[in-house]
T-cell receptor, first 113, second 109 residues
Framework: DAGITQSPRHKVTETGTPVTLRCHQT?????MYWYRQDPGHGLRLIHY???????DKGEVSDGYSVSRSKTEDFLLTLESATSSQTSVYFC????????????FGQGTRLTVV | GENVEQHPSTLSVQEGDSAVIKCTYS??????FPWYKQELGKRPQLIID?????GEKKDQRIAVTLNKTAKHFSLHITETQPEDSAVYFC????????FGTGTSLTVIP
């Protein structure tokens, strides 16, 4: 497997609290993505990054922010967690954007109670 | 943006039979079409991909076909085995990946 690790792997948090998920890669890939996976919806893009400090919104970005201060790390923050953000979150990386294989992290299961 | 539709959402086949999953896309600029397999509790992993300048690609029991004019592509799995049971996602990509909603394939021994 490609060197992409997510932390934490599981988290339970209360409504209204901020939460940060971390994605770390050792592949030196330029592009990094955050997806959420929900039954019936597949993988939906939250935010992505095309370089250090270069980020853009995906289709479900409301309530989420991201930061990328180093090539290897991409952080996803839920500013004030809501129950609708209970999901499995996947980080992915590619070397050349949408033209080559995307490699996924193991996923983070987040439960907001 | 791109819109990818995937059918069926669930598929059950007998071991040894073939399975076909179909996807359509909307953006004619999409030029890369990967398929991912996700086993229960695991991460999605690429199983096969095809680019817009190719009509068909095979890898052992797996094949993918692409019809750019009609904007659809399909995954074909022959001689299915129980270990093929998983969720399969198609994607169409330009600058980013747009995924279908997934097909849960069950291979019955």
């Amino acid at each position: 497997d490609a060197g992409i690790t997510q932390s934490p792997r599981h988290k339970v948090t209360e409504t209204g609290t901020p939460v940060t998920l971390r994605c770390h890669q050792t592949e030196n890939h330029r592009y990094m993505y955050w997806y959420r996976q929900d039954p019936g919806h597949g993988l939906r893009l939250i935010h992505y990054s095309y370089g250090v400090k270069d980020t853009d919104k995906g289709e479900v970005s409301d309530g989420y922010s991201v930061s990328r201060s180093k090539t290897e790390d991409f952080l996803l923050t839920l500013e004030s967690a809501t129950s609708s953000q209970t999901s499995v979150y996947f980080c992915a990386t590619t070397q050349t954007g949408g033209e080559t294989e995307a490699f996924f992290g193991q996923g983070t299961r987040l439960t907001v109670v | 943006g791109e819109n990818v539709e995937q059918h069926p959402s669930t598929l059950s086949v007998q071991e040894g039979d073939s399975a076909v999953i179909k996807c359509t896309y909307s953006d004619s600029a999409s030029n890369y079409f990967p398929w991912y397999k996700q086993e229960l509790g695991k991460r999605p992993q690429l199983i096969i991909d095809i680019r817009s300048n190719v009509g068909e690609k095979k890898d052992q029991r797996i094949a993918v076909t692409l019809n750019k004019t009609a904007k659809h592509f399909s995954l074909h799995i022959t001689e299915t085995q129980p270990e093929d049971s998983a969720v399969y996602f198609c994607a169409a990509t330009g600058n980013q990946f747009y995924f279908g909603t997934g097909t849960s394939l069950t291979v019955i021994p």
